[in-house]
T-cell receptor, first 114, second 113 residues
Framework: SQQGEEDPQALSIQEGENATMNCSYKTSINNLQWYRQNSGRGLVHLILIRSNEREKHSGRLRVTLDTSKKSSSLLITASRAADTASYFCATDGGGSGNTGKLIFGQGTTLQVKP | KAGVTQTPRYLIKTRGQQVTLSCSPISGHRSVSWYQQTPGQGLQFLFEYFSETQRNKGNFPGRFSGRQFSNSRSEMNVSTLELGDSALYLC????????????FGSGTRLTVV
């Protein structure tokens, strides 16, 4: 079963505004990742944050991680119409080694209006 | 650098048939994972292969199987197709420890009629 919950399920903003998406998870993790999916295509890896990190930046993306609350947030600043997509958080389920398994949230659908 | 290649892109099959999907990972990536995406269940992990060995398996019936070849290419097979198997099937490859995350293919859209 899915362990991640994302909030909100859908978000509609104007170009230039910031978009914030939240993700909660249930088990321990080694890392948490965010992915983007455009209209039923493949997933694109955006950013990975390790369990011992609290914040990470990549371009217009800012990710925070609070392991005590088992939650993460993704902030997209100065959004563009091209950011319109579904965004998923995914965790590795903790444990040692790379088992190759990601546990995905249900995703947030972001619409950026020009 | 070529990405993860999945073939075919689209597939229509009849209930009861079987299907084989193919995934070629990024050169140098030895781990290949498979996922099923449906509107109702979202993204669910099927299995993961590394160096031709299945290391991890999700909660799917035995009709779903896979394998990996010595060149890291992977195939997944679904036998006795059911309507509920209609989905987008995604494969992903990664370096050891997935330290840079996973690279996904564009997926195979399977429709069972």
């Amino acid at each position: 079963s899915q362990q991640g919950e994302e909030d909100p399920q859908a978000l509609s903003i104007q170009e230039g505004e910031n978009a914030t998406m939240n993700c909660s998870y249930k088990t321990s993790i080694n890392n948490l990742q965010w992915y983007r999916q455009n209209s039923g295509r493949g997933l694109v890896h955006l950013i990975l944050i390790r369990s011992n990190e609290r914040e990470k930046h990549s371009g217009r993306l800012r990710v925070t991680l609070d392991t005590s609350k088992k939650s993460s947030s993704l902030l997209i600043t100065a959004s563009r119409a091209a950011d319109t997509a579904s965004y998923f958080c995914a965790t590795d389920g903790g444990g040692s080694g790379n088992t190759g398994k990601l546990i995905f949230g249900q995703g947030t659908t972001l619409q950026v209006k020009p | 650098k070529a990405g993860v290649t999945q073939t075919p892109r689209y597939l229509i099959k009849t209930r009861g048939q079987q299907v084989t999907l193919s995934c070629s990972p990024i050169s140098g990536h030895r781990s290949v994972s498979w996922y099923q995406q449906t509107p109702g269940q979202g993204l669910q992990f099927l299995f993961e292969y590394f160096s031709e060995t299945q290391r991890n398996k999700g909660n799917f019936p035995g009709r779903f199987s896979g394998r990996q070849f010595s060149n890291s290419r992977s195939e997944m097979n679904v036998s006795t197709l059911e309507l509920g198997d209609s989905a987008l099937y995604l494969c992903a490859s990664s370096l050891p420890q997935a330290r840079n995350g996973y690279t996904f293919g564009s997926g195979t859209r399977l429709t069972v009629v």
